[in-house]
């Protein structure tokens, strides 16, 4: 079943045109690497597909054209969505813990049992010790980690990860690949952003790669 279609595909800014006619489809249930070099527009596909640009060309998600969605649907949408963003955004003003917890209260869970939840996945990503720091109190690669946890807290149906392991050491890039392995194993369709392909990777993907405005299906 395609989760994702894009179909001709084009995405531009008042700038200019980033992405051009591209085709391509993501099933259910896919791990998905998409690769590009810098500037290629990578963050830019996944913005399309969070709804924050308006695509032209065909870009469906579930039973959803991301060109001509409502607001009301595209934030019923986005809560079986988990993103990573390249800048985390992570709320300054709320401690690590409340941050993770955010896409359940968002779902109506109770507060005891999203906190419950939140510990555990705070757990899986070592960062048990720094639950009640602010973000800025974090490093960068601590906020990373803090932004996985709260983008996989309540299972949702798809990961938008945007470079989830650049910039982290050997150890905390293993630890998070894991969880994302782990997320796609329960039924989870994931996507990561990164440059290049991770060299020692031990699953089968689906390979997206971004050059000179096309994106291609390479495997
Ligand atoms: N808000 C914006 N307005 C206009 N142009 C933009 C905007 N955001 C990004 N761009 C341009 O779109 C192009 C693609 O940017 P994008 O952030 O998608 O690249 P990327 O592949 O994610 O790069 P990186 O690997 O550095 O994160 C760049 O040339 C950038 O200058
Ligand atoms: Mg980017």
Redesign the pocket.
């Known amino acids: 079943m395609n989760l994702v279609k894009a179909n001709n595909l084009t995405l531009a800014?008042?700038?200019g045109v980033?992405i051009k006619e591209s085709t391509f489809t993501i099933n259910e249930g896919d791990f998905v690497f998409l690769t590009?070099?810098?500037?290629?527009?990578?963050?830019?596909?996944i913005k399309a597909m969070y709804g924050e640009i308006k695509p032209k060309g065909l870009l469906q998600i579930g039973p959803y054209n991301m060109g001509t969605i409502s607001k009301s649907k595209l934030t019923k949408l986005r809560r079986h969505m988990g993103i990573v963003f390249?800048d985390y955004k992570l709320i300054p003003e709320w401690n690590i813990l409340r941050n993770v917890m955010l896409p359940l209260f968002i779902k109506g869970y109770d507060k005891k049992i999203a906190e419950q939840k939140a510990l555990e996945v705070l757990k899986k990503v070592k960062l048990s010790h720094k639950i009640d720091k602010f973000p800025a109190e974090l490093s960068g690669g601590e906020q990373q980690r803090a932004a996985i946890a709260r983008a996989i807290i309540h299972s949702p149906a798809i990961i938008l990860a945007?470079?989830p392991i650049s910039g982290l050491d050997e150890y905390s890039a293993s630890l998070v690949m894991d969880l994302f392995i782990m997320a796609n194993k329960m039924g989870i369709t994931v996507l990561i952003?990164s440059?290049s392909l991770p060299g020692d990777f031990n699953i089968s993907y689906k390979h997206l790669h971004?050059e000179k405005g096309k994106i291609y299906e390479l495997s």
């Not at 590009?36 to 596909?45: A, D, E, R």
Request: aromatic share 4%.
């Open positions: 800014y008042n700038s980033i590009g070099v810098s500037g290629s527009g990578k963050t830019t596909l390249q945007d470079e952003a440059h971004i």
